[in-house]
């Protein structure tokens, strides 16, 4: 079973793979590292050479690095890079200098039609961009694109609505080989903001921030009943603010959190599974999020801080429902708070780290005004680096910051490497124009009904997520496919997309393949399987809130419908998190859990009547188990 998990987890692990002996290499790597974000932090705030050199130097310099820390198999040498590494190595810089040397000629004096030395360059940055997926990510996206390929050049042997006219190998490798594909949109929007995103978030860990937004929440929440696990809870969203990273999270706030929650009587299967939820927070909790949010900024033309508005009411109900589940868990098992002398003081925290929200509230308010998520980013590091020297407790020197710097670009590497496999995907799909026959194909199926379409992306997502590691890639090709017909058939542009991107979430926490559950496991020293479960289990309601974006004005601030939604849907969470629990404010039996999962089926729609019902049942629930205790303690002191 432990082999089984530490498989899986392998997938979508992205931490250093070989350990480089030569200290040539090793200063290559952290040099280059550090170069590299200083560029590209200055591009952010002023301008760089050209937009083709800009997204291709992006690219090459992931590639470069991936080649030099990820070894090709298990059986390649793990302390050097071998020979074949090298001419990957030299591969890249040669496709990424021909494409920015060539590229106005290409495009403007040849129009686009290929040479002789197009196609070469052009195949070989397709073998180094696959490869380079295919060691970080994993092989799923790298079959994808292979099957891809191989459908561009069988589309006339195919029938009904596979069938498209075929390409030639020139004219299909000068599309994959240009700003369309490898060089399009997801590579151009990973290197604007998703890579400076992460560099921000890396360097506030750096300057304290990764200790406040843990100890704040242990000083709030330590003193009250399941404080480890809502510490946990808390401090995942408040972190994932900065990282945007599910197993970022895991592997930095786990660390202390598990642990301190077994210390305070939660099982370690329980431990973990809490973690596991509460690191999903961050990919969708205001400001930073995910990559994927970028993604849909650029595919749905709505301004990102827009999207970050919206995904906020969503977040909190989600946290919300996490919070309950821990209360309610704690006090079945008869937990107590964490003991005094464990928590910080409040004031300190505050008075020694409480400078490191500015950098945050600079970059909500530079969004607020309209500026580039890249802008933003650029004014919140140089804040962020400016504010740490200003106090003893964050203050850092130049070899620190290099080692940041080195950490950030790594932790980058994940979509560095996606991003042009992710460009390959989309090039195929729009060359062919599968995804519109798809599309119709989806919608003549569904016989009109928007549901079955819903109940399509549920399923998609969980088999989807089964085999591809990465939520970015997850969204981008369930978008592609699927948005449309969800769009056709009546649902919101926004709704449609955060229905996909938030349903994504649950690979992460949904057996077989739970990554995040598995790290977290492996963290507690628990069972992967168990931890997967019980994390499913309380993290139920993120399958079923997603829904909602559909049906009601939960994503929509400016209607005042959102207020009332977000009310009901709260006590959906708290319903389902006692029938799931199987605790109110007493042991329930189990005709109460079904009462309470009825409950949830009458709140979560957007409908007076039902909701009204809904509601009612949920105070005579609550009303009968208040009675049910007082009924109790009456008895214990009789019996005295």
Same mark, same amino acid.
């Given at each position: 079973?432990?082999?089984?998990?530490?498989?899986?987890?392998?997938?979508?692990?992205?931490?250093?793979?070989?350990?480089?002996?030569?200290?040539?290499?090793?200063?290559?790597?952290?040099?280059?590292?550090?170069?590299?974000?200083?560029?590209?932090?200055?591009?952010?705030?002023?301008?760089?050479?050209?937009?083709?050199?800009?997204?291709?130097?992006?690219?090459?310099?992931?590639?470069?690095?991936?080649?030099?820390?990820?070894?090709?198999?298990? $059986?390649?040498?793990?302390?050097?890079?071998?020979?074949?590494?090298?001419?990957?190595?030299?591969?890249?810089?040669?496709?990424?200098?021909?494409?920015?040397?060539?590229?106005?000629?290409?495009?403007?004096?040849?129009?686009?039609?290929?040479?002789?030395?197009?196609?070469?360059?052009?195949?070989?940055?397709?073998?180094?961009?696959?490869?380079?997926?295919?060691?970080?990510?994993?092989?799923?996206?790298?079959?994808?694109?292979?099957?891809?390929?191989?459908?561009?050049?069988?589309?006339?042997?195919?029938?009904?609505?596979?069938?498209?006219?075929?390409?030639?190998?020139?004219?299909?490798?000068?599309?994959?080989?240009?700003?369309?594909?490898?060089?399009?949109?997801?590579?151009?929007?990973?290197?604007?903001?998703?890579?400076?995103?992460?560099?921000?978030?890396?360097?506030?860990?750096?300057?304290?921030?990764? +200790?406040?937004?843990?100890? %704040?929440?242990?000083?709030?929440?330590?003193?009250?009943?399941?404080?480890?696990? +809502?510490?946990?809870?808390? *401090?995942?969203?408040?972190?994932?603010?900065?990282?945007?990273?599910?197993?970022?999270?895991?592997?930095?706030?786990?660390?202390?959190?598990?642990?301190?929650?077994?210390?305070?009587?939660? +099982?370690?299967?329980? *431990?973990?599974?809490?973690?596991?939820?509460?690191?999903?927070?961050?990919?969708?909790?205001?400001?930073?999020?995910?990559?994927?949010?970028?993604?849909?900024?650029?595919?749905?033309?709505?301004?990102?801080?827009?999207?970050?508005?919206?995904?906020?009411?969503?977040? %909190?109900?989600?946290?919300?429902?996490?919070?309950?589940?821990?209360?309610?868990?704690?006090?079945?098992?008869?937990?107590?708070?964490?003991?005094?002398?464990?928590?910080?003081?409040?004031?300190?925290?505050?008075?020694?780290?409480?400078?490191?929200?500015?950098?945050?509230?600079?970059?909500?308010?530079?969004?607020?005004?309209?500026?580039?998520?890249?802008?933003?980013?650029?004014?919140?590091?140089?804040?962020?680096?400016?504010?740490?020297?200003?106090?003893?407790?964050?203050?850092?020197?130049?070899?620190?910051?290099?080692?940041?710097?080195?950490?950030?670009? +790594?932790?980058?590497?994940?979509?560095?490497?996606?991003?042009?496999?992710?460009?390959?995907?989309?090039?195929?799909?729009? $060359?062919?124009?599968?995804?519109?026959?798809?599309?119709?194909?989806?919608?003549? %199926?569904?016989?009109?009904?928007?549901?079955?379409?819903?109940?399509?992306?549920?399923?998609?997502?969980?088999?989807?997520?089964?085999?591809?590691?990465?939520?970015?890639?997850?969204?981008?090709?369930?978008?592609? !496919?699927?948005?449309?017909?969800?769009?056709?058939?009546?649902?919101?542009?926004?709704?449609?997309?955060?229905?996909?991107?938030?349903?994504?979430?649950?690979?992460?926490?949904?057996?077989?393949?739970?990554?995040?559950?598995?790290?977290?496991?492996?963290?507690?020293?628990?069972?992967?399987?168990?931890?997967?479960?019980? *994390?499913?289990?309380?993290? !139920?309601?993120?399958?079923?809130?997603?829904?909602?974006?559909?049906?009601?004005?939960?994503?929509?601030?400016?209607?005042?419908?959102?207020?009332?939604?977000?009310?009901?849907?709260?006590?959906?969470?708290?319903?389902?998190? *006692?029938?799931?629990?199987?605790?109110?404010?007493?042991?329930?039996?189990?005709?109460?859990?079904?009462?309470?999962?009825?409950?949830?089926?009458?709140?979560?729609?957007?409908?007076? !009547?039902?909701?009204?019902?809904?509601?009612?049942?949920?105070?005579?629930?609550?009303?009968?188990?208040?009675?049910?205790?007082?009924?109790?303690?009456?008895?214990?002191?009789?019996?005295?």
């Amino acid at each position: 079973m432990k082999d089984f998990a530490k498989f899986f987890f392998s997938l979508g692990d992205v931490k250093e793979k070989r350990n480089l002996k030569s200290l040539y290499l090793q200063a290559i790597v952290t040099y280059g590292s550090f170069i590299f974000a200083l560029l590209y932090i200055y591009f952010a705030g002023f301008t760089y050479f050209s937009p083709e050199s800009y997204v291709s130097v992006y690219v090459g310099a992931s590639a470069i690095l991936i080649f030099l820390l990820y070894p090709m198999t298990e $059986k390649s040498p793990k302390d050097r890079v071998s020979w074949l590494d090298y001419v990957f190595i030299i591969d890249v810089i040669a496709c990424t200098a021909y494409y920015c040397a060539y590229y106005t000629i290409r495009v403007v004096d040849r129009m686009g039609e290929p040479i002789l030395s197009d196609t070469i360059f052009g195949i070989l940055a397709i073998i180094f961009v696959l490869e380079v997926c295919r060691r970080i990510i994993g092989s799923i996206v790298f079959y994808i694109c292979i099957i891809g390929i191989i459908y561009c050049y069988a589309g006339p042997l195919l029938p009904g609505i596979l069938n498209h006219p075929g390409t030639n190998t020139e004219d299909l490798v000068s599309w994959l080989y240009s700003s369309q594909s490898i060089y399009g949109t997801v590579a151009s929007i990973f290197a604007r903001y998703v890579f400076l995103f992460i560099i921000f978030g890396t360097i506030l860990e750096l300057v304290g921030g990764g +200790k406040f937004f843990l100890e %704040l929440p242990l000083a709030i929440f330590g003193r009250v009943v399941g404080g480890a696990a +809502k510490l946990s809870i808390m *401090a995942s969203g408040l972190f994932g603010m900065i990282t945007g990273s599910v197993m970022a999270n895991v592997t930095t706030i786990g660390t202390f959190t598990i642990p301190l929650m077994k210390r305070s009587g939660f +099982k370690p299967y329980m *431990a973990a599974g809490t973690e596991a939820c509460s690191s999903t927070v961050g990919v969708t909790m205001p400001p930073v999020m995910g990559a994927a949010i970028f993604i849909m900024a650029d595919f749905t033309g709505i301004p990102y801080f827009d999207i970050a508005i919206m995904c906020i009411a969503p977040s %909190l109900l989600f946290m919300f429902s996490l919070m309950v589940s821990s209360d309610f868990q704690a006090r079945k098992d008869g937990l107590k708070p964490l003991p005094k002398e464990e928590l910080p003081n409040i004031l300190e925290i505050l008075k020694s780290y409480g400078h490191l929200t500015i950098p945050l509230i600079a970059l909500v308010a530079l969004l607020a005004k309209g500026y580039s998520p890249g802008y933003a980013a650029f004014w919140s590091i140089i804040l962020t680096l400016a504010l740490g020297l200003t106090r003893k407790e964050t203050r850092y020197g130049f070899s620190q910051l290099l080692n940041v710097m080195e950490t950030a670009v +790594k932790r980058t590497l994940a979509v560095g490497g996606l991003a042009g496999a992710i460009g390959i995907i989309i090039g195929v799909v729009y $060359k062919t124009g599968i995804a519109t026959k798809l599309s119709s194909f989806v919608v003549a %199926l569904s016989g009109g009904q928007l549901a079955f379409v819903i109940a399509l992306t549920i399923a998609a997502t969980f088999v989807l997520g089964m085999g591809v590691s990465s939520i970015t890639a997850d969204y981008i090709l369930l978008s592609t !496919l699927l948005a449309p017909a969800l769009i056709t058939l009546g649902a919101p542009v926004a709704a449609a997309h955060l229905l996909i991107i938030w349903l994504t979430q649950t690979s992460n926490i949904s057996p077989p393949v739970c990554l995040s559950a598995f790290a977290a496991a492996a963290i507690a020293g628990a069972n992967p399987w168990r931890t997967g479960y019980y *994390a499913l289990k309380i993290g !139920l309601f993120l399958i079923i809130l997603p829904i909602t974006f559909v049906y009601s004005p939960i994503l929509d601030v400016t209607n005042v419908g959102m207020i009332y939604k977000f009310f009901t849907l709260a006590i959906a969470s708290f319903c389902l998190a *006692a029938g799931n629990i199987g605790y109110m404010v007493e042991k329930v039996s189990v005709p109460i859990r079904l009462l309470s999962y009825i409950a949830v089926v009458l709140l979560v729609p957007h409908h007076l !009547l039902l909701n009204c019902i809904g509601i009612a049942l949920f105070l005579f629930l609550v009303g009968s188990q208040v009675l049910a205790r007082r009924r109790s303690k009456a008895h214990l002191i009789k019996g005295r």
